[in-house]
């Protein structure tokens, strides 16, 4: 069975641009969630998605959004860059997102904001 | 709100040590606890969980008991290896009693654990 897959894997961008992440969870789990890692805060909840639906949000500004399709693949979009957004962003995939069922992580993508 | 504390190391040890990596929590509710542990370049991958008190948690050699009057979930392994060099996190998710609420993890900082041979 597939892992989470995140594309890209690595990304560099300037100040004020803004990125789409892509994520596709495991066959079958409609559950995603998103972190932020970073030397400074560590990892840190940004939000979660399930059938389509954001049930949780994470404390983000406004520039962080996501979405999550049909098929349960989810992308997260952070617009108007700053540099301290340069993070590796992780997504999680999990049957129902309740706290019985596993997580499962991908690699992650490392943006990089010069 | 929730939040948990880790040890932050870094940690080094010779192969076959002892390990022991501290982890206390703050929740409201009946939070579940975990181990998570980060090769480099890597995803996080899930070690070992607990979701009531007094349950022990164990893979790979690893073990951690959820101790609830010491808000505690502390990691052990009688003897590393050099394959367990990695970042392990300590995190929790809240849940009531039927697992009813949604998966948000809260982490620790994260331990970096460096095995010598």
């Known amino acids: 069975k597939a892992g989470v897959t995140q594309t890209p894997r690595y990304l560099i961008k300037t100040r004020g641009q803004q990125v789409t992440l892509s994520c596709s969870p495991i066959?079958?789990?409609?559950?995603v969630s998103w972190y932020q890692q970073t030397p400074g805060q560590g990892l840190q909840f940004l939000f979660e998605?399930?059938?389509?639906?954001?049930?949780n949000k994470g404390n983000f500004p406004g520039r962080f959004s996501g979405r999550q399709f049909s098929n349960s693949r989810s992308e997260m979009n952070v617009s108007t860059l700053e540099l301290g957004d340069s993070a590796l962003y992780l997504c999680?995939?999990?049957?129902?997102?309740?706290?019985?069922?596993?997580?499962?992580f991908g690699p992650g993508t490392r943006l990089t904001v010069l | 709100g929730n939040s948990v504390t880790q040890m932050e190391g870094p940690v080094t040890l010779s192969e076959e040590a002892f390990l022991t990596i501290n982890c206390t929590y703050t929740?409201?509710?009946?939070?579940?606890l975990f181990w998570y542990v980060q090769y480099p370049g890597e995803g996080l991958q899930l070690l070992l969980k607990?979701?009531?008190?007094?349950d022990k948690g164990s893979n790979k050699g690893f073990e951690a008991t959820y101790r609830k009057e010491t808000t505690s979930f502390h990691l052990e392994k009688g003897s590393v290896q050099v394959s367990d060099s990695a970042v392990y996190f300590c995190?929790?998710?809240?849940?009531?009693?039927?697992?009813?609420?949604?998966?948000?993890?809260?982490f620790g900082k994260g331990t970096l654990l460096t095995v010598n041979p």
């Open positions: 066959s079958g789990h409609r559950s």
């Open positions: 929740a409201t509710g009946y939070p579940s």
């Open positions: 998605y399930f059938s389509e639906t954001q049930r």
């Open positions: 995190a929790l998710s809240e849940t009531d009693e039927g697992g009813g609420s949604n998966y948000k993890l809260t």
């Open positions: 607990a979701t009531k008190a007094d």
């Open positions: 999680a995939s999990s049957l129902t997102g309740k706290a019985y069922n596993e997580q499962f």
